[in-house]
T-cell receptor, first 115, second 110 residues
């Protein structure tokens, strides 16, 4: 089945530690996105990538980093510089930047907490 | 002013009634509009998209768009307890970025 796979489902971070959240899609989508959701709030864009080897900062990129070495994969690293990382992290993908009517589809998310 | 605004609710409706969810947006250049449903603890799932002024129907769901007034709404007919969720409005401004509202909590009482 085609879809977006995020792992792990739950992740715990120690003080000063970097952690990496995985996002893989087999939908052949060009564009991929990372969002953060805090309780009772909407989704805020962290980073997005419209093509392999290229990505742009979203609204809340500080303390995060990404890479896009393969079309299928868009991992997110939460660095120690992110002082409030506890949140629900959602990865999404869509067909491509030229297809403006195409929606984004989401993975099941990763819940990150501080130990 | 937030770019995309929704009433946080909760909106409570009896089973079988019509639920009306509203969303306003600030950028007149917005091109595409999406409604996502999010159950507690789960990820958002797309239920409707609309791009042109007017109504778009899909089963029990109707999306309505009025670009002149800068609002988009979602009607759910014959509401069921399984419709109880948070409904997120998302607006595409430029590129392929979406801006999300904070969501409206819907509770359907049996």
């Amino acid at each position: 089945d085609g879809g977006i796979t995020q792992s792990p489902k739950y992740l715990f971070r120690k003080e000063g530690q970097n952690v990496t959240l995985s996002c893989e899609q087999n939908l052949n989508h060009d564009a991929m996105y990372w969002y953060r959701q805090d309780p009772g709030q909407g989704l805020r864009l962290i980073y997005y990538s419209q093509i392999v080897n290229d990505f742009q900062k979203g609204d809340i990129a500080e303390g995060y980093s990404v890479s896009r070495e393969k079309k299928e994969s868009f991992p997110l690293t939460v660095t120690s510089a992110q002082k409030n990382p506890t949140a629900f992290y959602l990865c999404a993908s869509s067909i491509g930047s030229g297809q403006f009517n195409q929606p984004q589809h989401f993975g099941d998310g990763t819940r990150l907490s501080i130990l | 002013q937030k770019e995309v605004e929704q009433n946080s609710g909760p909106l409570s409706v009896p089973e079988g009634a019509i639920a009306s969810l509203n969303c306003t947006y600030s950028d007149r250049g917005s091109q595409s509009f999406f409604w996502y449903r999010q159950y507690s603890g789960k990820s958002p799932e797309l239920i409707m998209s609309i791009y042109s002024n007017g109504d778009k129907e899909d089963g029990r769901f109707t999306a309505q768009l009025n670009k002149a007034s800068q609002y988009v709404s979602l009607l759910i007919r014959d509401s069921q307890p399984s419709d109880s969720a948070t409904y997120l409005c998302a607006v595409r401004k430029y590129g392929n970025k979406l801006v999300f509202g904070a969501g409206t909590i819907l509770r359907v009482k049996s």
